[in-house]
């Protein structure tokens, strides 16, 4: 997956957390789709939220590892011109 896509599935992802986080309600479906989302970034969802670990505490986990991605301005021109295409 190229990295462009990374950065904006983890950027929904922690949408859909931060929702959750204030106080939304995420249905089967949701988790179910969050799960797949994590997938395509190489996170699992039981890792991200283990039995011992707090909702917060598992969005910080997902922060972090987006905070570790170098956002070039070569990716952000490559998700404008791919919008542009749509």
Do not use: H, P
Request: hydrophobic share 45%.
């Amino acid at each position: 997956m190229r990295d462009s896509k990374k950065a904006v599935l983890y950027v929904v992802i922690i949408a859909a957390l931060a929702e959750f986080l204030l106080g939304e309600d995420i249905d089967r479906e949701g988790w179910e789709e969050l799960s797949d989302a994590l997938g395509m970034v190489g996170m699992d969802l039981n890792e991200v939220f283990t039995e011992n670990d707090s909702l917060l505490f598992g969005f910080q986990k997902v922060c972090q590892e987006f905070g570790k991605m170098k956002i070039t301005e070569e990716m952000i021109e490559e998700l404008y011109v791919e919008d542009q295409l749509e």
